[in-house]
């Protein structure tokens, strides 16, 4: 990486830094938050003030987002989704080209589901495909499965909710005990797989997607044809796993 495209980077980390930060931050919190020299953080700090970019409260010495670039200059900014989309499509391609399947990106939607964000359908005659406004239950997925199963036992229990729940088809798993069993399995193992439990004919693989403090945000999934996933099971788990934790790492994450 050259000098200049690291300096283009280090401007876009302290954008997305100041971004995140509601009450602003000063210079030894963007120093600290991006592990970054403090000269080098100051002038940049400085750059954005002059370019209106950014401004500075003279009485508590923190750097804040100008208001008018936070609200439309970018749309991760006002809607973290479109970043995590745009971060996530060259990962999902990447995923669909490796596997030879389905890429989806699902994020928790409302009323005990998870939606779709985003897709990579594989260029296949015979593939799995999903409309990406169909609500996606959290019980019988192995999106909903990965969302819930990365968040303290207390708020999986509350998402997942009291039951019952339906069969959507002869496979379904309906009763709560055992989802909840099964979601300690997902977040020990760090991945879960669904077999025609959704859709008859179609199998789930999915990853948590964490962000940079730690919280999952999103689960990347296969959407297989389950004959194929049966002869390329274990190729197909490594490659979410991995291309989760790449897109997990392209969002600050440690992991």
Known sequence: MTETVRSAARVLDLVEFLATAESGATLSEATGGLAAPKSSTLMLLRTLVQRGYAYRDVTSDRYHLSDHFRSGAFGWVADPLSRLVALGRPVMESLSEAIGETATLGVMGEDGHARLATKVVADLDVRYDTDL??????????????LLAHRPAEARAALLGPGPFKAITPYTITDRGKILGLLEDVQRQGFAIVMEEFALGGTGVAAPVFDATGAIVAALNAGCVTNRFQEKREQVVAAVKRHAANLSRSLGAAR
């Open 133 to 146: 406004t169909r609500p996606i239950p959290l019980y019988c997925t192995a999106i909903g499965r990965t």
